[in-house]
């Protein structure tokens, strides 16, 4: 199976990712992971990808895919879980004239659709420990102590990113740039739209049923 997971930032992508991986054997390719990996290397691309993260700036297209093709040559074979890419429709199409070039396509595209209300509150919620960096929430993932991290007693903070503002800002950019993906990948027959307002589990139960139905079985033995 070939599956590229799309929705706003806090839809749960990287946690669903993952369970998919464990459940179906297959590899998790984060575009973030891989931006902090290639940063680290001490190569030109490592430096120009340091540059832009660094300065708080997006990671140009051109740059951006050329680590990708060569990540995806990688894994194609195995089958992966596509989490943070593609972002945008030239990233999209780029993505399918890669998986072409091997003679593979996605086997499907999952859309986590949350809820907006929920959305802004599972970031409202949200408290970071400055000293280890834990995530916490005050409903969904409270600390034994009110405020204050269970690991190392420091006292919790709210990150810049997560502040009201900032996040409907953050999900108002998400909407704009996935509509056309959305589109294109409706066309093109993979789009698969699963309800990602409720819990980790909820959710997880119906992408496994979706996974397991005969047609995803099919794709996988390809
Ligand atoms: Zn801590």
Not at 82 to 97: H, I, K, N, V
Not at 177 to 191: F, K, M, N, S
């Amino acid at each position: 199976m070939r599956l590229a997971l799309l929705g706003p930032p806090g839809a749960g992508k990287g946690t669903q990712a993952a369970r998919i991986c464990d459940a179906f054997g297959l590899l998790h390719f984060s575009s973030g992971d891989l931006l902090r990996a290639e940063k680290l290397k001490k190569t030109p691309e490592g430096q120009k990808i340091r540059d832009y993260i660094d300065s708080g700036r997006f990671v140009p297209d051109e740059l951006m895919l050329g680590i990708i093709r060569n990540k995806l040559a990688s894994i194609a074979k195995q089958g992966f879980v596509l989490d943070g890419f593609p972002r945008t429709l030239s990233q999209a199409t780029a993505l399918t004239e890669f998986l072409a070039e091997m003679n593979r396509t996605l086997s499907l595209v999952i859309d986590l659709a949350v809820d907006p209300a929920v959305l802004s509150r599972r970031f409202e919620g949200r408290r970071v420990c400055p000293v280890c960096l834990s995530v916490y929430h005050v409903d969904l993932m409270p600390p034994q102590r009110e405020g204050i991290c269970d690991h190392d007693g420091a006292r919790l903070v709210i990150r810049p990113d997560d502040m009201p503002a900032v996040v409907r800002t953050r999900i108002d950019t998400y909407r704009q740039t996935v509509t056309p993906l959305l589109d294109y990948y409706r066309q093109a027959g993979l789009l698969w739209k699963v309800d990602a307002s409720g819990s980790v589990d909820d959710v997880w139960v119906q992408i496994e049923a979706r996974l397991s139905q005969p047609d995803m079985r099919g794709s996988s033995a390809a």
